[in-house]
């Protein structure tokens, strides 16, 4: 019944922006710390961003850092990811996921995932 669904995810020219978004239903997301990840075809899942719980801690990958923007709106339920200048590197499912550490967005150690949604880079 804790679910999360991703969203805004869809095809975009190099360069351009998505905002995507991820919902919380079934519990609050107040005291967790969401993660986003994506995964690439025939690659390994990675970890993109980090936000702990009240928002006041983001962490980024290398590879994205000052291009995405990790934020939350706990009265909403929901986190985003501004994703702007967009590369086709940046082609994958992107995934968010909760962890009751409310600090840490370890990979292997997330309570709930999402199904995911595809951002396709591309001209």
């Known amino acids: 019944q804790l679910q999360l669904v991703e969203s805004g995810g869809g095809l975009v020219q190099p360069g351009g922006s998505l905002r995507l978004s991820c919902a919380a239903s079934?519990?609050?997301?107040?005291?967790?710390?969401i993660g986003w990840f994506r995964q690439a075809p025939g690659k390994e899942r990675e970890g993109v961003s980090c936000i702990s719980s009240s928002g006041g801690s983001t962490n980024y990958a290398n590879s994205v850092r000052g291009r995405f923007t990790i934020s939350r709106d706990n009265a909403k339920n929901t986190v985003y990811l501004q994703m702007n200048s967009l590369k086709p590197e940046d082609t994958a499912v992107y995934y968010c996921a909760a962890s009751k550490s409310g600090y840490r967005c370890p990979p292997s150690g997330m309570d709930y995932w999402g199904k995911g949604t595809l951002v396709t880079v591309s001209s």
């Open positions: 079934g519990f609050t997301l107040d005291y967790y710390a």
